[in-house]
């Protein structure tokens, strides 16, 4: 028995800084960020007293002097000690025009303080006097927080709590999730269609010819995915190969759009992609004894019958591994729809970088990451309750 | 070798601490490249030479975070920066900068009003202005045949992106100047904004780096684009391009200036501003790299070739409409994603 436990602790020592590595360089940051799209810190941090008047107020009328009286102090406060930034930024990210509002009272206040708070905010910006103003604040007040998965899902909450759908022209993320699967699952039906013609070969070519084939289909694996999409968009540009290919032949009289369209995305995907649908596929189709299918002509069965009842059947696990793969990955693409695709063409990942990166809302950011994590747990969840997560393994 | 090295290493670390626990020399911060290149031609070596006040010079990227982090760390290394003008806000805001005290650079009239800031002093001024080759189409379009593609076939240019593209659709659909931020302020404003654009949306291509304009242009990728003015008037020197720039109704922004506050050199950087405040000498930019001087004048006594790249000169600039950073500040986040809804559509 001891000498058992000092193998486990021993096995347990050797793999403590893979784990270590997991947790701090992946468990714990993603943690981190989508954490922040249930959360709220920015406007705690700088209007803590603030928000704990706002906590018992009705949301129809204006709240009460001792809500104006701790907003005069703290925006003072705020800007003094360098919070008022981030809150204001995230005040504006809900609704436009509050950072201006946020900044110009506190400088007024700042200067001088004329009668009652209430008044001085007041008469430093009018914005003050409206609920949904302190509507906002509230929404942007609260951990744990619904406003940024609901605004991930094209909603919204008004200032006395009704979830609303934001206005039509700002509605954008059920579109943009409906077309990331939408394309998932072409690139996946194109992957298949190809790949598995490709996977079959694999296993009957003779030798010589599978080690040529073979490496046609691992060389895209060794070469960077930005590469490969750069090389696309020589190929497809306006003056690029295809185009003067095409001129030369005769086939156009002038050149073709191809780039920055739809099709140039599926077909970058598809030819990046291919390998991970090919690969299972030609797993399981290795295992397959052939004399099942020997056996099964001396038994009459034709080439049709062969390949639809004996063949097909045992690569199902493949053709579901293959898709997973293929589709999972699909739709957490981000480098080849935003370098080759045009303005309809950009996935979820292009928004979570956009949100990100260009209006710096990381609690949107988060929250879609949160809705592309939770997509994906469940179309695994899905395999593996129909068709078994052991499948994967097989392949 | 390596006993070399490392004397070296020793010399500079024991340099450099040094300089640090004395008084350290006015640090500049600009933008780098080509431009910094130019800026240390026309200011810094002139300077140091004139004056004896010694320059270290640093670049960055831009990014208030940058700034905002420097002024937190109590230990200011730098002293002049050179911002854009949403920096300056922002930063302004922030009470990141030394106000300016117009009285040692030369009082406010000596600048156009527009290089004007309580916190910054204009360096340069810059546009985003409608290019075309010359060599494949002979006319001189303005926004309105940008959006007209019956009479001037073809892909149009335009950064992905909602900021300016909405102000261009307006001045193409006939909006004066000086009504376009005050129109889109207003629903109705951004909605004809959004229609105008709907007119020519399968015909634009979406630049995303400043370098691509000049390359699709060059390839006849697209028949007209938006281009910084810089980008196209160097095409044109370097690459013996034919691009032609319309300043009419272009957009056109101003780096500043700013004095980091804290910084121990602010009376180094005050002779600095003084010494660049000259117009003639901020005219000897413009062969170098083609931004306007912002002082009065910068652009007397310059030759034709010259005049027609330069920004600040009165016939371009009275033409043109200044950015407004303080309208996309409140209004980015909620047209961003109006715009890529647009986009998506």
Redesign the interface.
Same mark, same amino acid.
């Given at each position: 028995m001891i000498g058992r436990g000092r193998v486990k602790l021993e096995a347990a020592l050797l793999l403590a800084p893979l784990l270590l590595y997991i947790a701090t360089g992946f468990v714990a940051p993603i943690a981190a960020m989508l954490w922040r799209g249930v959360s709220d810190t920015e406007v705690p941090r700088a209007f803590p007293r603030t928000l704990a008047a706002l906590a018992d107020w009705d949301g129809r009328n204006p709240p009460g002097d001792e809500v104006f009286a701790a907003l005069a102090d703290e925006l003072v406060a705020a800007r003094a000690a360098g919070t008022l930034n981030a809150a204001a930024g995230r005040l504006n990210s809900d609704t436009p025009g509050l950072r201006t509002v946020v900044f110009a009272t506190a400088r007024r206040l700042a200067r001088h303080v004329e009668g009652s708070p209430r008044a001085a905010i007041l008469a430093a910006d009018p914005a003050w006097g409206e609920v949904e103003t302190w509507g906002a604040l509230r929404r942007a007040g609260a951990t744990p927080t619904d406003t940024h998965l609901l605004a991930a899902l094209d909603l919204r909450r008004s200032a006395d709590g009704t979830i609303t759908a934001v206005p039509e022209e700002q509605r954008l993320f059920r579109a943009v999730a409906l077309r990331t699967v939408w394309i998932g699952y072409l690139v996946t039906l194109l992957c298949l269609v190809l790949g598995y013609p490709l996977a079959a070969a694999l296993v009957f070519v003779p030798r010589r010819l599978f080690g040529l084939l073979m490496f046609a289909v691992l060389l895209p694996f060794w070469t960077s995915l930005i590469v490969r999409t750069a090389a696309w968009m020589v190929l497809l540009a306006r003056e690029g190969i295809i185009n003067q290919a095409f001129l030369t032949l005769g086939l156009v009289v002038e050149p073709v759009q191809m780039l920055f369209t739809r099709t140039a995305v599926l077909v970058a995907m598809v030819h990046i992609l291919l390998p991970f649908m090919v690969l299972p596929l030609y797993a399981v189709m290795r295992q397959i004894p052939r004399a099942q299918l020997r056996a099964a002509a001396s038994l009459g069965a034709g080439p049709v019958a062969q390949l639809v009842r004996v063949w097909l059947p045992q690569t199902l696990p493949g053709v579901g591994a293959g898709a997973l793969m293929v589709f999972i990955q699909a739709i957490g693409f981000y480098v080849t729809p935003a370098l080759i695709g045009g303005g309809a063409d950009q996935l979820l990942p292009f928004f979570i970088g956009f949100y990100a990166t260009q209006t710096v809302n990381w609690g949107l950011a988060a929250a879609l990451s949160i809705l592309l994590l939770v997509g994906t747990l469940l179309i695994l969840a899905l395999f593996g309750r129909f068709l078994g997560l052991a499948q994967l393994r097989a392949a | 070798m390596m006993r070399q090295t490392l004397a070296l290493v020793v010399a500079a670390v024991t340099a450099a601490l040094s300089s640090a626990s004395t008084a350290r020399d006015l640090t500049i911060v600009s933008w780098g490249g080509a431009y910094q290149d130019a800026q240390r031609q026309v200011y810094f070596q002139p300077f140091t030479q004139a004056t004896g006040v010694r320059i270290v010079e640093d670049s960055w990227d831009g990014g208030i975070g940058v700034l905002?982090t420097r002024a937190?760390a109590g230990n200011q290394t730098w002293d002049l920066v050179q911002v854009e003008s949403e920096e300056l806000l922002?930063g302004c805001?922030? !009470?990141l900068f030394e106000k300016i005290d117009w009285a040692r650079v030369g009082g406010k009239d000596h600048y156009i009003p527009e290089a004007v800031h309580e916190c910054g002093v204009g360096a340069i001024l810059y546009n985003v202005v409608l290019a075309w080759d010359r060599t494949r189409l002979q006319a001189t379009p303005t926004w309105a045949d940008f959006f007209d593609v019956q009479r001037f076939p073809g892909?149009r240019g335009l950064r992905?992106g909602v900021k300016l593209t909405l102000e261009i659709a307006l001045l193409a659909d006939g909006v004066p100047r000086d009504q376009v931020y005050a129109l889109l302020r207003t629903e109705t404003g951004v909605e004809r904004a959004?229609r105008k654009l709907d007119t020519i949306k399968p015909h634009i291509?979406?630049w995303q780096a400043g370098a691509q304009p000049p390359q699709m242009l060059g390839? !006849?990728?697209v028949t007209m684009t938006t281009a910084y003015n810089g980008r196209i008037t160097n095409a044109n020197r370097a690459e013996g391009r034919n691009f032609g720039i319309q300043w009419r109704d272009s957009l056109f922004t101003i780096d500043s200036w700013v004095i980091m506050r804290g910084s121990p050199n602010r009376d180094a950087a005050y002779r600095f501003l003084d010494f660049a405040k000259d117009p003639r000498r901020q005219a000897s930019l413009l062969p170098l790299i083609p931004y306007g001087g912002t002082a009065r004048g910068a652009n007397e006594g310059l030759g034709a070739d010259l005049l027609a790249v330069s920004p600040s000169n009165p016939d371009n600039l009275n033409v043109s409409l200044m950015i407004d950073d303080?309208f996309w500040?409140?209004?980015?986040?909620?047209?961003?994603?109006?715009f890529?809804?647009?986009?998506?559509?």
């Amino acid at each position: 028995m001891i000498g058992r436990g000092r193998v486990k602790l021993e096995a347990a020592l050797l793999l403590a800084p893979l784990l270590l590595y997991i947790a701090t360089g992946f468990v714990a940051p993603i943690a981190a960020m989508l954490w922040r799209g249930v959360s709220d810190t920015e406007v705690p941090r700088a209007f803590p007293r603030t928000l704990a008047a706002l906590a018992d107020w009705d949301g129809r009328n204006p709240p009460g002097d001792e809500v104006f009286a701790a907003l005069a102090d703290e925006l003072v406060a705020a800007r003094a000690a360098g919070t008022l930034n981030a809150a204001a930024g995230r005040l504006n990210s809900d609704t436009p025009g509050l950072r201006t509002v946020v900044f110009a009272t506190a400088r007024r206040l700042a200067r001088h303080v004329e009668g009652s708070p209430r008044a001085a905010i007041l008469a430093a910006d009018p914005a003050w006097g409206e609920v949904e103003t302190w509507g906002a604040l509230r929404r942007a007040g609260a951990t744990p927080t619904d406003t940024h998965l609901l605004a991930a899902l094209d909603l919204r909450r008004s200032a006395d709590g009704t979830i609303t759908a934001v206005p039509e022209e700002q509605r954008l993320f059920r579109a943009v999730a409906l077309r990331t699967v939408w394309i998932g699952y072409l690139v996946t039906l194109l992957c298949l269609v190809l790949g598995y013609p490709l996977a079959a070969a694999l296993v009957f070519v003779p030798r010589r010819l599978f080690g040529l084939l073979m490496f046609a289909v691992l060389l895209p694996f060794w070469t960077s995915l930005i590469v490969r999409t750069a090389a696309w968009m020589v190929l497809l540009a306006r003056e690029g190969i295809i185009n003067q290919a095409f001129l030369t032949l005769g086939l156009v009289v002038e050149p073709v759009q191809m780039l920055f369209t739809r099709t140039a995305v599926l077909v970058a995907m598809v030819h990046i992609l291919l390998p991970f649908m090919v690969l299972p596929l030609y797993a399981v189709m290795r295992q397959i004894p052939r004399a099942q299918l020997r056996a099964a002509a001396s038994l009459g069965a034709g080439p049709v019958a062969q390949l639809v009842r004996v063949w097909l059947p045992q690569t199902l696990p493949g053709v579901g591994a293959g898709a997973l793969m293929v589709f999972i990955q699909a739709i957490g693409f981000y480098v080849t729809p935003a370098l080759i695709g045009g303005g309809a063409d950009q996935l979820l990942p292009f928004f979570i970088g956009f949100y990100a990166t260009q209006t710096v809302n990381w609690g949107l950011a988060a929250a879609l990451s949160i809705l592309l994590l939770v997509g994906t747990l469940l179309i695994l969840a899905l395999f593996g309750r129909f068709l078994g997560l052991a499948q994967l393994r097989a392949a | 070798m390596m006993r070399q090295t490392l004397a070296l290493v020793v010399a500079a670390v024991t340099a450099a601490l040094s300089s640090a626990s004395t008084a350290r020399d006015l640090t500049i911060v600009s933008w780098g490249g080509a431009y910094q290149d130019a800026q240390r031609q026309v200011y810094f070596q002139p300077f140091t030479q004139a004056t004896g006040v010694r320059i270290v010079e640093d670049s960055w990227d831009g990014g208030i975070g940058v700034l905002r982090t420097r002024a937190q760390a109590g230990n200011q290394t730098w002293d002049l920066v050179q911002v854009e003008s949403e920096e300056l806000l922002l930063g302004c805001d922030e !009470g990141l900068f030394e106000k300016i005290d117009w009285a040692r650079v030369g009082g406010k009239d000596h600048y156009i009003p527009e290089a004007v800031h309580e916190c910054g002093v204009g360096a340069i001024l810059y546009n985003v202005v409608l290019a075309w080759d010359r060599t494949r189409l002979q006319a001189t379009p303005t926004w309105a045949d940008f959006f007209d593609v019956q009479r001037f076939p073809g892909k149009r240019g335009l950064r992905r992106g909602v900021k300016l593209t909405l102000e261009i659709a307006l001045l193409a659909d006939g909006v004066p100047r000086d009504q376009v931020y005050a129109l889109l302020r207003t629903e109705t404003g951004v909605e004809r904004a959004f229609r105008k654009l709907d007119t020519i949306k399968p015909h634009i291509v979406w630049w995303q780096a400043g370098a691509q304009p000049p390359q699709m242009l060059g390839a !006849g990728e697209v028949t007209m684009t938006t281009a910084y003015n810089g980008r196209i008037t160097n095409a044109n020197r370097a690459e013996g391009r034919n691009f032609g720039i319309q300043w009419r109704d272009s957009l056109f922004t101003i780096d500043s200036w700013v004095i980091m506050r804290g910084s121990p050199n602010r009376d180094a950087a005050y002779r600095f501003l003084d010494f660049a405040k000259d117009p003639r000498r901020q005219a000897s930019l413009l062969p170098l790299i083609p931004y306007g001087g912002t002082a009065r004048g910068a652009n007397e006594g310059l030759g034709a070739d010259l005049l027609a790249v330069s920004p600040s000169n009165p016939d371009n600039l009275n033409v043109s409409l200044m950015i407004d950073d303080a309208f996309w500040m409140d209004h980015l986040d909620r047209l961003s994603q109006r715009f890529n809804a647009w986009l998506a559509r």
